[in-house]
């Protein structure tokens, strides 16, 4: 039964992980770099989330993949970059790992994929990740509305 949503908070997917979870009055969390550092600057103070004591976008990256049961990588296509990192991280640590490409799912297909593979792998911790807003600007809009259907059927 899933009972917190983490996340590196970056723009775009992280962030929409969050955000669905805050819309939906559901737990949340995550690692931030030093600085709540961002793509597009310091993340805002609002959210509650804890500071890496480096800058770097990895450890921050490893820190949430070890802190979750399990993560979830929307992108659309072929997983890249700190995705591609988010999954390797996932495998080092022998943690589940789910990768959404968008372009192949419709929101109410990822959404009830995700509910499955929560309850097949007993998921408790969910941490959200994926492209950012500035390599893809549909991304959040995506990952908010997938979220927020496995969230009102948690």
Request: proline share 5%.
């Amino acid at each position: 039964m899933l009972k917190k949503i983490i996340s590196g908070g970056q723009t775009g997917a992280d962030i929409a992980g969050i955000d669905a979870a805050i819309a939906h009055d559901f737990p949340y969390g995550g690692w931030l770099p030093k600085g709540r550092r961002t793509i597009e600057g310091p993340l805002d103070v609002k959210y509650i989330m804890r500071e890496m004591p480096t800058r770097g976008y990895p450890k921050r990256t490893e820190q949430n993949v070890m802190d979750s049961d399990g993560t979830v990588i929307f992108q659309q296509g072929k997983l890249s970059g700190g995705s591609d990192l988010t999954r390797k991280l996932a495998i080092k640590h022998g943690k589940p790992w789910l990768h959404l490409d968008m372009k192949k799912l419709s929101i109410d297909e990822a959404g009830e994929e995700i509910i499955g593979w929560v309850k097949k792998n007993q998921i408790e911790t969910l941490n959200v990740a994926g492209k950012s807003a500035s390599s893809d600007p549909e991304i959040y809009d995506i990952v908010f509305g997938v979220m927020g259907r496995v969230l009102i059927a948690t």
